[in-house]
């Protein structure tokens, strides 16, 4: 067995919330999951680590990657204490639209009143009605998070609508996505005084169109919704497509064999064609 990774899983959560609801994790199975990473020795690695190990670096064995959609408010309350307990990173993705002043709110290891939770479709509906900080990091958390070394944070574009939907044609669309990354990336590059060129595409789609429009905008690499493992030296020409596997609410035990089936290239395929 060679001591390097051979696959890199990169996990896709969006709510860790005591609100039962769609895309949720409880915050007992996030604790129990990560404490089981930390235990059984995986290394959750950063953007620019995975970058590197696609491009053909080596990366040691049980490397995995943790990511966020979204940005909600839970991940700050019940994701980052968790993580900074164990010393595990995540990836965070932003919807810069969303995203509101006003000062740190409590988390689940700082003391104090912990601010209410919305489910995922209470969250939408707060969203829709301007009311989006019921929902949403603030860029004061976002910050601490940073501080902390718990997250690192990109884009998820500025709007999260799906211009292929809203559109009355192609060119709409593509027009729809430039304004819509531009403003991403100027939000970003103000507000955190950078910006990657990771993108996690909203709803997980992408069509030829958004693919030349994030790789002119200067996008490298797309989180996608597709379930897959990630190779060493793939080769998708210019832009790196990254497929993800989606956590479930579910026990330590679960992910640990979703883990061990995707740390492994051949049976990871073998699963994924079953399953198909
Ligand atoms: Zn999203």
Redesign the pocket.
Known sequence: MTKFARAVPVLMY?HISTSPGMITVSPEHFAAQMAYLAGAGYTTIGSAQLSAYLAGEPLPKKAVVLTF??GYLDNWVHAHPVLQAHGLTALC?L?TSWIGEGPVRAHARSGGALPALLNHRDGEVAIENGEADHAILRWSEIDAMREAGTFEFHS?THS?VRWDRVSANAEQKCAGLTRDLASARATLQQKLGAVSDHL?W??GYHDEDYRRIAAEAGFRHFYTCETGSNYSGRDDGAARSITRLEVRDRPASWLASRLWVHTRPAISRAYLRIKR
């Open positions: 969006h959609d979204d993705f919807v998820h999260h996690c909203p709803q």
